[in-house]
């Protein structure tokens, strides 16, 4: 519960609240959780994720041509009928499925999460449930995610698929969303009809059918979109269901940004850490029986965008993913390829950097868990079996003073060198006398070995 509300107000009403709040979401997730059993190799598959800690989010589709990021058909109000000759470009020859899943492990990533279909509909797959897929439409006519799914399984890397439940382009997706309606409002041409049930039992359910039998083994679904509507029934026990029945170990992870519901196995949360909800749409409410992902972006968008250049440093990209196992979750980190099918030069450069610092502080991140001590600004922890890792970012005092963690100290070392730290203990905590930041340092760690007295 550590994390839960931390950024409410400390007015004592407000704390009331929190209190009453957070147990009636707790006790709907525990009922949620508790009608749906998950099975043996579900469970082992959340603990996998886990312990994996950092992935490749990848969004790319027919929307890169136009190098404006995903959202370009809404942004613009284009028409059906003029988006519909945006397939006609995309024709990925420098496509290289091998060159993407070598790059994402050079990077320190142990999975792959790629859009399946963004809010445009368009199938980036071989998809029989309709044309309006890459295969019919485009000079490329390939299945880049079966070159992928095949790669990823040679180079033993997990791979999901991102898959959006709002459709710009499918009539059936019927009443509109809060995307054609309020955000808008943009009618592209669509009738002012369509068959909802139609859309989620036979398009969407036929789609996922298609991810989860014709791909070999998958890490899951990342679904996205539900927000559109949050009111409308979805149907996700039917789809859940049948992703669970398909795959038993394919994990179901939804952007819907509200608390997990019955069916959903992580829990995840949007350019923001759990429970912070710097983004302004993500939920305050952080499970404690899920895992947890936070996803974010390399530079400041998720599709391709020659317009920006805001590419965050390694050192940013560092301090997030630690953030995030302090944090207790995984980071997806998000790049969008050029409609060519290469990945730029400056996401390749900094996702390498980041593969090279993890070669070397990998031990504290992977297989860890959120650590004793509350995050904080100067830094967080995180655990593995009896040992506790501080990563210190900002603390330029010689000594750190950590709140009492349950165990006996005893010993402390650098992680970087094996060299011997001087701390003491009492009921208070412990104080740890910090090494000196060498120079360009992101992260000073030191592990503590704990013993299993008190
Ligand atoms: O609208 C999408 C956006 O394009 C992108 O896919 C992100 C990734 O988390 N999710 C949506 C916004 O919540």
């Known amino acids: 519960m550590r994390n839960v509300w931390r950024r409410l107000s400390t007015g004592r009403c407000a704390l009331a609240l929190a209190v009453m709040t957070c147990s009636v979401l707790a006790a709907s997730e525990a009922i949620a959780q508790t009608t749906y059993q998950p099975t043996a190799e579900n469970l082992k598959a959340r603990q996998e994720f886990q312990d994996e800690k950092f992935g490749l989010f990848i969004h790319w589709g027919v929307y890169s041509v136009l190098g404006d990021g995903e959202w370009v058909f809404h942004n613009r109000k284009l028409t059906l009928d003029e988006y519909n000759r945006l397939p006609l470009f995309f024709d990925p020859e420098k496509f290289d499925a091998k060159a993407w899943v070598g790059l994402a492990k050079a990077a320190g990533m142990k999975y792959i999460t790629i859009t399946s279909r963004h809010h445009d509909g368009f199938a980036m797959f071989d998809s029989?449930?309709?044309?309006?897929?890459?295969?019919?439409?485009?000079p490329y006519g390939k299945d880049p995610l079966k070159m992928l799914a095949d790669e990823c399984h040679r180079q033993g890397i997990k791979l999901f698929f991102y898959y959006s439940q709002l459709d710009w382009h499918n009539p059936d997706y019927y009443p509109r969303g809060h995307t054609a309606v309020d955000r808008g409002p943009w009618n592209n041409g669509r009738p002012d009809r369509g068959d909802w049930n139609n859309y989620l039992d036979n398009y969407m359910?036929?789609?996922?059918?298609?991810?989860?039998?014709?791909?070999?083994?998958?890490?899951?679904?990342?679904?996205?979109?539900?927000?559109?509507?949050?009111?409308?029934?979805w149907h996700l026990a039917k789809t859940y269901a049948l992703i669970h029945q398909l795959q038993p170990a394919a994990l179901i992870i939804p952007n819907h940004h509200q608390p997990p519901k019955p069916g959903e196995d992580v829990q995840t949360f949007e350019r923001d850490l759990p429970g912070q909800n710097t983004a302004g749409f993500n939920t305050n409410y952080?499970?404690?029986?899920?895992?947890?992902?936070?996803?974010?972006?390399?530079?400041?968008s998720w599709g391709f965008n020659i317009g920006d250049s805001k590419y965050k440093s390694p050192a940013e990209l560092e301090e997030m993913l630690v953030r995030a196992a302090g944090n207790n979750s995984n980071l997806l980190l998000n790049i969008g390829p050029q409609p060519n099918g290469e990945i730029q030069q400056e996401f390749a450069t900094r996702l390498l950097a980041v593969g090279d610092w993890l070669s070397r502080y990998g031990d504290s991140i992977y297989g860890t868990r959120g650590g004793p001590v509350q995050p904080a600004e100067w830094g967080v922890t995180t655990q593995k079996g009896g040992k506790v890792y501080v990563h210190v970012f900002t603390?330029?005092?010689?000594?750190?003073?950590?709140?009492?963690?349950?165990?006996?100290?005893?010993?402390?070392?650098?992680?970087?060198?094996?060299?011997?730290?001087?701390?003491?203990?009492?009921?208070n905590g412990v104080v740890l006398k910090i090494p000196p930041s060498k120079k360009d340092e992101v992260d000073r760690v030191v592990v503590l070995t704990l013993s299993s007295e008190n």
């Open 286 to 300: 952080v499970s404690d029986r899920l895992p947890l992902e936070s996803c974010n972006t390399l530079n400041g």
């Open 128 to 138: 029989k449930v309709s044309d309006w897929n890459i295969v019919k439409r485009t």
């Open 205 to 233: 359910d036929g789609q996922l059918q298609e991810l989860l039998t014709n791909y070999g083994p998958i890490g899951g679904i990342w679904f996205d979109g539900m927000w559109d509507k949050p009111d409308a029934d």
């Open 395 to 427: 603390w330029n005092a010689p000594l750190l003073a950590l709140p009492p963690l349950g165990s006996h100290v005893k010993e402390a070392h650098v992680l970087l060198d094996g060299s011997a730290v001087e701390f003491t203990q009492n009921p």
